[in-house]
């Protein structure tokens, strides 16, 4: 499949990468339109320091479910998607509060907010 990759800063290049398999809780979504935002504008300009190369940006993604894992109930390959760039652990106390975005196990594939960091290609887990 075909992403940006950031090999190091001021060096992003489109290339193909290996299509991802999901696990049994993840989905892979094939993407129709992605925004590019100023988390990955930052990253590629050096001004956002927490990137791993090399990075696939692109996270605010809208597309279609290609595949899904074993034990992923509530869609299906087909339906359309918007998806977040964001992901939260759902049980802790400041999640059951509705304080989503200061949950400890959280996680981002932009880059900003949360202490985990994900590459934006990452399966996500539904």
């Given at each position: 499949m075909l992403a940006a990759v950031l090999h190091d800063y001021n060096k992003l290049v489109l290339e193909d990468v290996p299509k991802p398999t999901p696990g049994p809780?993840?989905?892979?979504?094939?993407?129709?339109?992605?925004?590019?935002?100023?988390?990955?504008?930052?990253?590629?300009?050096?001004?956002?320091?927490?990137?791993?190369?090399?990075?696939?940006?692109?996270?605010e993604n809208a597309g279609v479910v290609?595949?899904?894992?074993?034990?992923?109930?509530?869609?299906?390959?087909?339906?359309?998607?918007?998806l977040s760039p964001r992901g939260y652990c759902g049980i802790c106390?400041?999640?059951?509060?509705?304080?989503l975005n200061y949950c400890k196990d959280?996680?981002?594939?932009?880059g900003d907010g949360a202490n985990r960091v994900l590459p934006a290609g990452s399966p996500s887990t539904w």
């Open positions: 809780t993840q989905v892979v979504i094939k993407v129709k339109a992605t925004g590019v935002c100023a988390t990955d504008w930052k990253a590629v300009r050096g001004k956002r320091r927490n990137v791993v190369f090399p990075a696939i940006l692109g996270h290609a595949e899904v894992g074993s034990v992923v109930k509530g869609c299906r390959p087909g339906d359309e998607v918007i106390e400041t999640c059951r509060l509705g304080l959280g996680f981002s594939t932009g």
